[in-house]
């Protein structure tokens, strides 16, 4: 279920908005401040946040830092009476789905919290990805991690072997295990499963 954070320090919008977006199937939590928001939000719920700007304690875009510096990677959509330009472009900039201002039309408010749902999906998926390709990438045994890299790197076996001080044969036992393991077939695959797992070809 897709949930729906608000946090807004005026008592009736906030009341409202909930009752609408209730209504609308989505479950709601709202907040009167920024700080009651970062005591009881829980980053693994789906779902996206809807910051006022002006709040007492944190503003919206403050709000919005420490998320971002926390490494929490939950769409945000701020709606606010006193946005301006240059507040609107530095919440796009990091990262914001949308930024309207009051009184929004319900259906421009929708649209934004069917991005926020899309851009949530995407990142859950991702983080889903990465999280199994690390799983992978650390069931390899040190040596394995080793040829995995010179593998990387566009090396051939022969040139693994004297990399490494070993023969052709024993890095061709490797590599089949290294491909067995990560459930690949081609070096094009793995070079995929090593870019999900955050693994750069570049490094090498």
Not at 45 to 71: K, R, T, W
Not at 134 to 142: D, E, F, R, V
Not at 150 to 162: D, E, F, S, Y
Request: with cysteine; proline share 3%; hydrophobic share 45%.
């Amino acid at each position: 279920m897709f949930t729906v954070y608000l946090v807004d320090d005026d008592a009736n919008f906030l009341k409202a908005l909930s009752r609408f977006l209730c209504e609308k199937g989505y479950v709601v939590r709202s907040f009167s401040s920024a700080q009651e928001f970062l005591a009881q939000h829980e980053p693994a719920i789906p779902g996206c946040a809807i910051f006022d700007l002006a709040m007492p304690g944190l503003n919206g875009l403050e709000l919005q830092q420490v998320l971002v510096s926390g490494g929490w990677q939950r769409p945000i959509i701020f709606l606010s009476g006193r946005g301006n330009i240059a507040a609107s472009v530095r919440a796009m900039k990091a990262g914001a789905v949308d930024f309207l201002t009051k009184p929004t039309r319900k259906n421009d408010l929708l649209q934004a919290i069917s991005r926020a749902e899309l851009v949530d999906t995407q990142i859950r998926r991702s983080n889903a990805e990465f999280a199994a390709a690390q799983a992978k990438i650390n069931s390899l045994t040190p040596r394995e991690r080793e040829v995995l890299t010179h593998v990387l790197a566009g090396r051939l076996n022969k040139q693994i072997a004297g990399d490494l001080g070993t023969v052709e044969k024993t890095i061709k036992f490797h590599r089949g295990h290294v491909m067995h393991k990560l459930g690949v077939r081609t070096v094009i695959d793995l070079v995929r499963l090593a870019e999900k797992a955050g693994i750069s070809v570049a490094e090498f």
